[in-house]
């Protein structure tokens, strides 16, 4: 088998708890599947909401699905920088301490006083390819990307493996536009 | 002497002709120098003009002095796309067939056929720290940035060797947030 896998952009995004989401889009609202994603059980929504910060604001921004526990906003560092957001590179879930910002809906708006990270680049394994990688969850490794005129090997990837994931490598938009990735590309582990 | 250099993360800015600074400024309009830049003789300009895609527009962006034989707009790939314009991965001074924009000054305005570009990573060398280093001009080398949570080896950088000169590699803000990069962060030619 491959040891490669399909390396994804993660544009900017937000996840809700059902209590927010019913504030943002009124009582009883649930989210509307638009796309599956890569990950099994997730999908982007054809909900859309504004986040707000200090300098400025972003329109526009999809709820990626299902509902989850913590309301996260996930933005490129470009993005924070733009709208005024001290936002750090972090894993999804680790929120304690990350940004704040108001969330505006069309039904109403919350203030969040942390959720708002940076995402860290990682892999998502199964337990199967994990292993035939050599790697197990947790690990920090280097990835390749073979791009045409903007090639790069990314540090500091966490490595995820749930029997629940499919194999992928997740980048956000200033790293994805660094190394130029395209639709298909494929990243490898690698030493150095 | 050190095989490392500075790593100097360069804003979207604009270089401009006499001719399109006296349309964009009015008459005899002479660039102001606000600060030096690290390249000798190259400074920040006080003037700033709006940059205008087929989509959006982005005010305030930077004039870099002195004038040039040719208007050239560099953008990241992040900038570019946010405003509609397909920008090509370029040395600066390779325009040909490069992206399209008109900029707007508050004397007046200009359209570019071509001079958009999405700057290709370099390294500025002396032909002495360029021996030392055992690299000469038009190299494609990798460079190793260790930064703290975006460690990045970074490929198709360039190296460009002159006696006007000094030593530092040049990435943009898409680079520079995908490695974390900061003040004073120094890259190391490596070979993988």
Redesign the interface.
């Known amino acids: 088998m491959s040891k490669k896998f399909i390396v994804e952009t993660s544009a900017r995004h937000v996840h809700v708890t059902q209590e927010h989401l019913e504030i943002l889009f009124g009582k009883g609202a649930a989210l509307t599947h638009k796309k599956d994603l890569s990950q099994p059980g997730q999908f982007a929504c054809e909900e859309r909401v504004t986040i707000v910060g200090p300098k400025k604001e972003m329109p526009n921004v999809s709820i990626l699905g299902p509902v989850r526990p913590e309301t996260q906003v996930e933005l490129?560092?470009?993005d924070a920088?733009s709208i005024g957001i001290a936002a750090p590179?972090r894993e999804s879930g680790d929120l304690n301490g990350s940004g704040a910002c108001k969330i505006i809906g069309p039904a109403g708006e919350i203030e969040i006083s942390q959720g708002v990270i940076v995402a860290?680049?990682h892999i998502h394994l199964t337990p199967e390819t994990a292993a035939e990688m050599g790697v197990k969850d947790k690990d920090i490794v280097?990835v390749k990307l073979d791009t045409n005129?903007?090639?790069?090997?990314?540090?500091?990837v966490v490595v995820r493996v749930s029997p629940k994931y499919a194999p992928a490598m997740h980048i956000d938009?200033?790293?994805s536009?660094?190394?130029?990735a395209f639709n298909g590309l494929e990243g490898e582990i690698v030493k150095?």
Chains 1, 2 share one sequence.
Do not use: F, H
């Open positions: 490129s560092a470009t920088r590179i860290k680049r280097w005129g903007r090639k790069a090997v990314l540090g500091d938009t200033d790293e536009n660094a190394v130029s150095l």
